[in-house]
């Protein structure tokens, strides 16, 4: 089994029967970060693996602090996963933003390594909807505000996180542009 193939096995095990629309979404994340592994400067295998492990922190099993991003990666670390997977997952789509307005410490001991590898992960969880579905990043924070309300914590994070969302996906579509990439 190669690295992709066990990470995607990990995932289902985590995900699939307890959250199957999160099962879904990450697939389907995971199926956008296939599309962008041709992108000048991507590591297209830490991309493929980071976006199917991307949002494990979810699973009951391993929800210990309840913050997803912070619970995939200290569980991916246990697991022996590269620092680098570790650390996408742990700060993907700005969750040191969310940690903060939560009062929750620990993310911010991982790197943010602001690379076109790491707009590239964000990217996807952008344009991918909470069952699956493909959606415009603009369309996505639209549905996120009316899940959760507008001035709920999490309306309170995509208020303060959408300009760092927006330019990992502006950078991204440009790269995606140049490498002939359809957006
Ligand atoms: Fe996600």
């Not at 956008?32 to 000048?40: E, I």
């Amino acid at each position: 089994m190669d690295r992709f193939d066990a990470a995607l096995s990990l995932s289902e095990a985590l995900l699939a029967d307890p959250l199957p629309d999160r099962w879904r979404h990450v697939q389907a994340v995971a199926a956008q970060a296939d599309r962008l592994v041709s992108v000048a400067d991507v590591d297209g295998d830490d991309l493929r693996i980071a976006a199917v492990l991307h949002d494990i922190g979810y699973s009951p099993a391993i929800a210990h602090a309840q913050f997803h991003p912070l619970d995939g990666a200290r569980f991916l670390d246990a697991e022996g996963y590269p620092e680098r997977v570790v650390a996408l997952v742990a700060r993907h789509s700005c969750a040191i933003v969310e940690a903060d307005l939560r009062g929750i410490t620990g993310v911010e001991e991982f790197h943010d390594e602001q690379s076109p590898t790491r707009d590239a992960l964000w990217y996807c969880d952008a344009v991918i909807g909470p069952q699956g579905q493909l959606l415009s990043p603009d369309d996505r924070w639209t549905e996120i505000r009316r899940r959760y309300g507008a001035h709920s914590l999490v309306g309170r994070f995509l208020d303060e996180a959408e300009p760092q969302l927006r330019e990992a996906v502006h950078r991204t579509e440009a790269r995606m542009r140049v490498a002939g990439v359809v957006l």
